[in-house]
Nanobody, 115 residues
Framework: QGQFVESGGGLVQVGGSLRLSCASS????????MGWYRQPPGKQRELVAA????????NYADSVQGRFTISRDSDKKTMYLQMNNLKYEDTAVYYC????????WGQGTQVTVSS
């Protein structure tokens, strides 16, 4: 079992929105730099968004820049990924982890974008 638990995925049409959540399954909570990763079918897992601290600087992959927003709660225990204007190519299993990734991965949450 991974140290983080992802939720919020689902089936959405092109152009739709979803909000993913990431919570820590340990008492340590979220760590300094956290990120959202995704693994499309048949492809490698990739980092799509990262954030350092609450309200800290965020970085995005070019493929999601301007459409996705990463954020963290002030209690440092939950992280979010707001995904707008979803595209078919955003279909993937989404995971959260430290940056760089460490430890076991969680189950992830499936995002499926249909045309």
């Amino acid at each position: 079992q991974g140290q983080f638990v992802e939720s919020g995925g689902g089936l959405v049409q092109v152009g739709g929105s979803l909000r993913l959540s990431c919570a820590s399954s340990t008492r340590n909570g979220l760590l300094a730099e956290m990120g959202w990763y995704r693994q499309p079918p048949g492809k490698q897992r990739e980092l799509v968004a990262a954030i350092r601290g609450v309200g800290g600087p965020a970085n995005y992959a070019d493929s999601v820049q301007g459409r996705f927003t990463i954020s963290r709660d002030s209690d440092k225990k939950t992280m979010y990924l707001q995904m707008n204007n979803l595209k078919y190519e955003d279909t993937a299993v989404y995971y959260c982890n430290q940056v760089p990734a460490r430890g076991d991965w969680g189950q992830g949450t499936q995002v499926t974008v249909s045309s």
